[in-house]
């Protein structure tokens, strides 16, 4: 199968926590390939696009201010099955209601602040990796 492009990013929450390198290692363990990898701060206007499919729901503006309340490290992904895969490693945006032993069950202390986000479907991951890199700063590492 051909691998899919999926994106991750350790939220202001996970960086205020220092658990970039804990989390990042599991996402190696469990099989992604690293393609990009960067710290920034999203402004408010970025994580607005950033999460516009949102916008108009109860959350988007705690959504958008939590996001550029502090550094954010996006990575760009890479395994067959990734963004399947990825959401598993994960688990549920509810920490209360996540799979033990997933990413945001060990780590997150809200529905809010959960630690990481993944896209939600091959297709958006393709888009959210354009979003936060461009293919020249994509390395293909196998």
Do not use: W
């Amino acid at each position: 199968m051909t691998p899919e492009r999926t994106l991750a990013i350790l939220k202001p929450d996970c960086v205020r926590k220092n658990l970039q390198g804990e989390v990042l290692a599991r996402i190696q363990r469990a099989g992604f390939r690293v393609l990009g990898f960067k710290m920034i701060r999203l402004s408010p206007i970025a994580a607005g696009a950033f999460y516009a499919v949102h916008k108009g729901k109860p959350f988007y503006d705690g959504l958008v201010e939590f996001m550029s309340s502090g550094p954010c490290v996006p990575i760009a992904l890479e395994k067959t099955n990734a963004v399947a895969d990825f959401r598993t490693l994960i688990g549920a945006t509810d920490p209360r209601e996540a799979a033990p032993g997933t990413i945001r069950k060990e780590y997150a202390d809200s529905k809010g602040e959960n630690i990481v986000h993944g896209s939600d479907s091959p297709e958006n991951g393709g888009i959210e990796v354009a979003f936060f890199f461009a293919e020249r700063e994509l390395a293909e590492n196998r």
